[in-house]
């Protein structure tokens, strides 16, 4: 009976010492050898077990997701969002070092932005980890829009992430740029707190996330943009690690059991 009551014990603080780290980068539509050559060799997306990309392209002749995915030995599941030209889609990825099921796509508002209109969906999946089942959504929302178009299109993924009984994490281009957007054209700097509008959203869903004012994650000084949020999950260490790759910077969490 001791031993049956130490081993519950061993494994009851193997699983509360347990983390996953979750890391999320913008990967502006590059494809080909190099760029997959210089994603896998980068450091802090090597220590990844969830990785979420956005901005990822696939056609006939290349299969970005699949090939990021087997140059780090992760898994992967991607749903593309829209034809961005010829016969290439531009959409969402998600790698990870554990199963991946019930995958699904969400749609999310769209916006009439007078040029460069996009379709946005989030990408959600449950990975089986070592922490138990996880629900992760990959996001990409629009840019040149204000905050309650924002709100609005973030909204989307408000019924997958109550329908979760498991844990869920939320990441990806988040485009909380701190501009008012006059006619989605031209942007009046400081005009409108995009960041703290969309910090509030997730916190009142029950979000954390430990990626604070810090560094850019674009590569315009003080353009805080990409986020990773964790609900049902206590949220660890977090950076952002500068790209030459991309015209953004990655960030990155650690996550653990509550």
Do not use: C
């Not at 309650?148 to 485009?175: C, H, M, T, Y």
């Not at 950076?239 to 059991?257: E, K, L, Q, Y």
């Amino acid at each position: 009976m001791r031993s049956g009551k130490a081993l519950i014990g061993i494994l009851l603080a193997l699983n509360a010492s347990a983390q996953l780290r979750v890391a999320s980068l913008n990967v502006d539509k590059k494809s080909g050898p190099k760029f997959i050559g210089s994603l896998s060799r980068q450091a802090d997306l090597r220590r990844a077990d969830i990785l979420l990309l956005q901005e990822v392209v696939d056609s006939p002749r290349f299969h970005v997701a699949a090939e990021a995915a087997n140059a780090l030995g992760m898994r992967f599941a991607f749903a593309p969002a829209f034809r961005l030209r010829g016969d290439m889609d531009e959409g969402l990825a998600i790698l990870s070092r554990y199963p991946l099921e019930s995958r699904t796509v969400i749609p999310l508002a769209r916006n009439r932005l007078h040029f460069r209109n996009r379709i946005r969906i989030a990408l959600a999946v449950t990975a089986r980890t070592p922490l138990g089942p996880v629900r992760v959504i990959d996001i990409h929302l629009d840019n040149r829009i204000n905050s309650d178009l924002k709100l609005a299109q973030l909204g989307g993924i408000w019924p997958e992430v109550e329908r979760s009984a498991a844990p869920v994490i939320v990441g990806g281009d988040f485009n909380t740029g701190n501009f008012y957007w006059a006619s989605h054209v031209v942007p009046v700097p400081g005009e409108q707190k995009q960041r703290e509008d969309v910090l509030d959203a997730m916190r009142e869903h029950g979000f954390r996330t430990t990626l604070g004012s810090g560094p850019a994650t674009y590569h315009i000084p003080g353009q805080k943009l990409d986020w990773i949020f964790v609900r049902g999950l206590e949220p660890g260490a977090s950076g952002v690690t500068p790209i030459r790759f991309s015209d953004h910077n990655s960030v990155w969490m650690a996550v653990a059991p509550r």
